[in-house]
């Protein structure tokens, strides 16, 4: 079975600056084009097997369904709706910054 990956708004907003952080505030505009290659396509593999990777440990959102899958130093935290087959893109966040605080922020949109 094949799911569609989208994006909250939420997780677009990151993405976009994790790539500015990196490419205007250290000046490695390379680093940054990799970075949101090598993410991007991290995520779009969860239109295959979205299931592969845990749920988060922490509650009420791993009764909530958020999964948790590391991409080296970030984290992108996802749920699956069934009714759907799609697999909502939630966050990504920094692998050091506070974790409860960022899924305190996702909005099942």
């Known amino acids: 079975m094949s799911y569609q990956v989208k994006m909250t708004y939420n997780a677009i907003s990151q993405l976009r600056d994790i ?11 390379d680093i940054a ?3 949101s290659d090598r993410i991007k396509k991290a995520i779009f593999s ?13 509650e009420p959102w ?8 590391v991409v080296e130093n970030f ?3 996802y749920w699956v709706s069934l009714d759907t087959s799609t697999v909502w893109i ?13 899924l ?5 949109e």
């Open 104 to 108: 305190r922020k996702i909005k099942n």
């Open 19 to 29: 790539v500015e952080y990196i490419s205007v505030f250290l000046g490695e505009g």
């Open 75 to 77: 984290i992108v935290y």
């Open 62 to 69: 791993r009764s909530e369904g958020i999964h948790k899958m």
């Open 33 to 35: 084009k990799h970075w």
């Open 90 to 102: 939630s966050a990504i966040v920094y692998g050091r910054r506070d974790q409860i605080n960022a």
């Open 46 to 58: 969860l239109d295959q097997m979205p299931f592969r990777y845990p749920l988060v440990n922490e």
